[in-house]
T-cell receptor, first 118, second 114 residues
């Protein structure tokens, strides 16, 4: 069974500063995907970034980057130059496969609430 | 494009009642799924479908039923509602080959079972 652990229930960051949200995972699957989603107070789930377990380079999407350390089983999200609009819940998730039906079935962590301070 | 549309947005049921949560997508996505989100928890997969006529169970399928007669629609049926099914329900979809779990979510249905 897969497990995602997010140890930071809540975090504060000053506007324009960088912040790292922690995520560790546990799986016995040989290939998998790692994802981060954002949930603003309005409730919708927004995809941010994806990292495949065989990808050599860390994924980046604009101000978001995923710090993937396979040996440590960690997939931390780094947000550079925080903005007030970044205040939200952030969920780390993983899929059980790199492709096929298993790649679409996600296991989520409990989330980290990020608050950006002006 | 409307994306993924869920109805209703809010629903209150009495224990034992049945109802259907509707989900429709207009993006021609093969894959659709239902998740529930409980307070302090991440999302948990209820059921999913990889195409019309094909459905399968996720992590927490008990008490729920699904069918996929068309590519666009994936309704979730609560057979006999229980207070433990009070939750926020999300429908999601994605196109095959888009890098796995890059899911497009609906806006959610907040369900209360009294």
């Amino acid at each position: 069974a897969q497990k995602i652990t997010q140890t930071q229930p809540g975090m504060f960051v000053q506007e324009k500063e960088a912040v790292t949200l922690d995520c560790t995972y546990d799986t016995s699957d040989p290939s998998y995907g790692l994802f981060w989603y954002k949930q603003p107070s309005s409730g919708e789930m927004i995809f941010l970034i994806y990292q495949g377990s065989y990808d050599q380079q860390n994924a980046t999407e604009g101000r978001y980057s995923l710090n993937f350390q396979k040996a440590r089983k960690s997939a931390n999200l780094v947000i550079s130059a925080s903005q007030l609009g970044d205040s939200a819940m952030y969920f780390c998730a993983m899929s059980s496969a790199y492709s096929g039906a298993g790649s679409y079935q996600l296991t989520f962590g409990k989330g980290t609430k990020l608050s950006v301070i002006p | 494009n409307a994306g993924v549309t869920q109805t209703p947005k809010f629903q209150v049921l009495k224990t034992g009642q049945s109802m259907t949560l509707q989900c429709a997508q207009d993006m021609n996505h093969e894959y659709m799924s239902w998740y529930r989100q409980d307070p302090g928890m991440g999302l948990r997969l209820i059921h999913y479908s990889v195409g019309a006529g094909i459905t399968d169970q996720g992590e927490v399928p008990n008490g729920y039923n699904v069918s996929r007669s068309t590519t666009e629609d994936f309704p979730l049926r609560l057979l006999s509602a229980a207070p433990s099914q009070t939750s926020v329900y999300f429908c999601a979809s994605t196109k095959r080959g888009t890098g796995g779990g890059k899911l497009f979510f609906g806006s959610g249905t907040q369900l209360s079972v009294l």
